[in-house]
C-alpha cells in the first residue's frame, strides 16, 4: 500500500470544488480544508475525515481512499444544505480530476448523512466519497 496520494487526491478534490461553478454560485469561497478562525458565512464545505485501504498489486502500488466532504448551514432547512450537497456530487462523481501524483482511476459516492446541528438550528449533511488511486 502507499499512502502517498493522499495529499495529492486532497488538492485535487479542493481545487475541483473551489473551481466548480455550480458550488461557486452556491457558497462562494467558503470550501475550506482547515476552518478559518473567526465567524464562519451560514452555508460552508469542510473537507473531513479520511480512511485509507491498500489496494496494490502486482501491477503497483494503490489505495482505496474513503473521504468525507461536509455541508454546514446555520439555517432551519435542509434545502440549501441539499442544493450544496448535490453540486459537490456534480463537481466530483466520475469527473477525471487531475493529481500532482499518481492517477485518479475512479471516484464515486459512497453514502450521506443528514443532521440537525446546534440544538436544531443547523444542518449539516457528511458526503462520503471512495476514490481508487494508483501511484505511478
Same mark, same amino acid.
Given at each position: ?7 495529492? %487526491? ?6 475541483? %470544488?473551489?473551481?466548480? $461553478?455550480?458550488? +461557486? $454560485? %452556491? ?12 465567524? /464562519?458565512?451560514?452555508?460552508? =464545505? ?24 461536509? =455541508? %454546514? ?10 442544493? =450544496? ?11 477525471? /480530476? +487531475?493529481?500532482? *501524483?499518481?492517477? /485518479? ?9 443528514? /443532521? ?11 458526503? *462520503?466519497?471512495? $476514490? *481508487?488511486?494508483?501511484? +505511478?
Amino acid at each position: 500500500m502507499s499512502y502517498a496520494t493522499s495529499f495529492a %487526491l486532497q488538492s485535487s478534490v479542493y481545487s475541483a %470544488l473551489i473551481g466548480d $461553478a455550480g458550488v +461557486n $454560485a %452556491l457558497v462562494g469561497d467558503a470550501v475550506y480544508d482547515a476552518l478559518p478562525p473567526g465567524h /464562519l458565512p451560514p452555508l460552508y =464545505v469542510s473537507l473531513g475525515t479520511e480512511t485509507a485501504r491498500d489496494a496494490s498489486d502486482k501491477t503497483g502500488y494503490g489505495a482505496w481512499h474513503i473521504f468525507t466532504i461536509s =455541508v %454546514l448551514s446555520t439555517g432551519s432547512s435542509f434545502a440549501k444544505a441539499k442544493s =450544496v450537497a448535490a453540486a459537490i456530487c456534480d463537481a466530483l462523481i466520475d469527473q477525471d /480530476l +487531475n493529481m500532482d *501524483r499518481g492517477r /485518479l482511476v475512479s471516484l464515486g459516492f459512497d453514502r450521506a448523512r443528514a /443532521l440537525r446541528i446546534q440544538q436544531g438550528s443547523g444542518r449539516q449533511i457528511d458526503l *462520503r466519497f471512495r $476514490a *481508487r488511486v494508483e501511484d +505511478n
